[in-house]
């Protein structure tokens, strides 16, 4: 009689609400028990498919664990050890993946680990609703890609996202063959992804956050502070708000590798970044300089005062001559002013920058800005070559997920009714340069793309209502 081998969960005493995971071998009546020494609640273990309930947050893994041991253990039945670099149809796709994520992770490849083992889920779940427990790389047929594709809507995964999954796998599928686990091809796959809504802020809705002011070192104020950055420094991903360091600070621009694609990307420093950059440099030199004092003459008057003085009087100025509707006299002050105003900006904004240079050199390894931990990332560099652990690769996604879920607080404070997100930030930016009639080689550059296609794909769900703006211009005349 041939040899079973189920999985179950061994309970010490009946009444115990956890127990380890065995397999069971049974032969000629008779059974013994391996133990994977892993321990899960009795809650968590399914009967009736021998199999972690989804509800354990490791039930993929342990999953995978159990039917690899079962395909060790059947090796040993037959005195033959498991060989999954051989060439024939009863290698497990299943144990391929899972071992490549191990791989990954331990190279540090954790961003593409996260990626395989969200699929590796994905087959998990199809397969425990077939009453399978594995799959072979000589199943990965067309039928099969079809099936797949059902499960995702069952599942109400977005066109989309099965699209990365399928390309995911096909990714890991061809890897395998790259070592030898196997000589077939993948199934043809041509499905093109759903054109997204780009969501961006209105100009009213940029206002209403620059206007809206919160208590220094809240919640709000920083991430009201971090937002506006990531717009004024060309639309800036929220990986390398987090990341950039003051030793990025180079002869008045932001020179770094972006964290995503790793390619050189370089931004000027403008004035009204330095400002929100002066807002964490907290001491007395600094504070010193925030407040320096400028005089100026002006139809015989003369004017002593910060920054913010100058800018208060011009705007009373500008108020006066609406009130006076616009005398022709009033103008002309209006024009002095704000020649006078460009330059004390000009003077203001260069002292600033001399002493963020100055202060860069002596805090090179500190970041911009207080989200990450300095300490904790002291010994990360992160240029072309980066590759995060798994705890820093955590740490920066819980970042992320915290600012997004802050956002969502500075989008109620501000009544904005787009939904906030950190990658709203690029997509505005991306428009005030689509508002300014900005070429496309311009917004590659500025966006940090390494090639004109990039942009020309991105810009896609942006043109539609630029060329209706343009079709209004032009039958305007007709009204």
Request: glycine share 2%; charged share 30%; aromatic share 12%.
């Given at each position: ?14 009444n ?50 159990i ?6 253990l ?22 391929f993946i ?11 490849s954790i ?5 395989f083992k ?12 077939r ?12 039928g ?5 594709e059902?499960?995702f809507?069952?599942?109400n ?34 499905r ?7 969501k ?6 940029f206002?209403?956050i620059?206007?809206?002011d ?9 991430v ?17 708000l ?50 320096q004092?400028f ?12 920054y ?12 006066e ?29 260069a ?17 911009l ?9 002291e ?15 955590n ?8 600012y ?14 787009i ?11 991306t428009?005030?340069?689509l ?6 080689y311009?917004?590659s ?5 390494s ?22 211009k ?6």
């Amino acid at each position: 009689m041939s040899k079973t081998f189920t999985p179950c969960l061994r309970l010490k005493y009946k009444n115990d609400k956890e127990g380890y995971i065995n397999i069971r071998i049974t032969e000629n009546r008779a059974s013994k028990y391996i133990s994977l020494r892993k321990k899960i609640k009795k809650s968590e273990w399914d009967k009736k498919r021998c199999l972690v309930k989804d509800s354990n947050n490791d039930a993929a893994f342990l999953n995978s664990l159990i039917f690899k041991k079962i395909e060790e253990l059947k090796g040993e039945t037959t005195n033959k050890t498991l060989d999954i670099h051989s060439l024939n149809e009863k290698n497990s796709l299943l144990v391929f993946i899972n071992e490549e994520v191990e791989h990954l992770r331990k190279v540090n490849s954790i961003g593409t680990s996260k990626r395989f083992k969200s699929v590796y889920y994905h087959l998990i779940k199809y397969l425990n609703q077939r009453k399978r427990n594995d799959i072979t790389f000589s199943e990965i047929t067309p039928g099969f890609l079809r099936e797949f594709e059902a499960y995702f809507f069952s599942e109400n995964v977005s066109i989309n996202s099965q699209i990365n999954y399928i390309r995911a796998l096909k990714q890991m599928f061809n890897k395998a063959k790259e070592l030898e686990y196997h000589n077939l091809f993948f199934p043809k796959y041509n499905r093109k992804k759903k054109r997204v809504d780009k969501k961006r802020l209105t100009g009213l809705e940029f206002d209403k956050i620059i206007r809206n002011d919160f208590d220094k070192g809240s919640v709000l104020y920083n991430v009201k502070n971090f937002f506006l950055f990531q717009i004024f420094s060309q639309g800036l991903r929220v990986s390398d708000l987090f990341t950039l360091r003051f030793s990025n600070i180079v002869e008045g621009r932001i020179v770094f590798h972006q964290f995503k694609t790793k390619t050189k990307h370089s931004v000027l420093i403008n004035f009204q970044m330095i400002l929100i950059l002066y807002k964490y440099i907290d001491n007395d030199e600094a504070i010193a300089i925030l407040n320096q004092l400028f005089s100026a003459e002006i139809d015989g008057k003369k004017i002593t005062g910060n920054y913010k003085h100058f800018i208060n009087e011009y705007n009373l100025i500008k108020k006066e001559q609406k009130e006076n509707a616009f005398i022709k006299g009033d103008i002309s002050v209006l024009e002095r002013w704000k020649e006078l105003i460009d330059e004390v900006k000009f003077k203001y904004g260069a002292s600033l920058l001399i002493y963020l240079q100055q202060y860069s050199k002596s805090n090179s390894n500190n970041f911009l800005f207080p989200i990450l931990n300095n300490e904790h990332f002291e010994k990360v560099i992160f240029n072309q070559h980066t590759k995060l652990s798994l705890y820093h690769y955590n740490q920066l996604s819980s970042k992320t997920a915290l600012y997004n879920k802050n956002l969502k607080r500075l989008q109620k404070a501000c009544d904005i009714q787009i939904n906030l997100t950190s990658h709203i930030a690029r997509h505005t930016y991306t428009d005030m340069m689509l508002s300014k009639n900005s070429d496309v080689y311009n917004i590659s550059k500025s966006l940090g793309h390494s090639v004109l296609n990039t942009t020309e794909h991105y810009l896609k769900d942006f043109s539609e209502e630029r060329v209706d703006e343009a079709n209004n211009k032009v039958f305007d005349r007709f009204n």
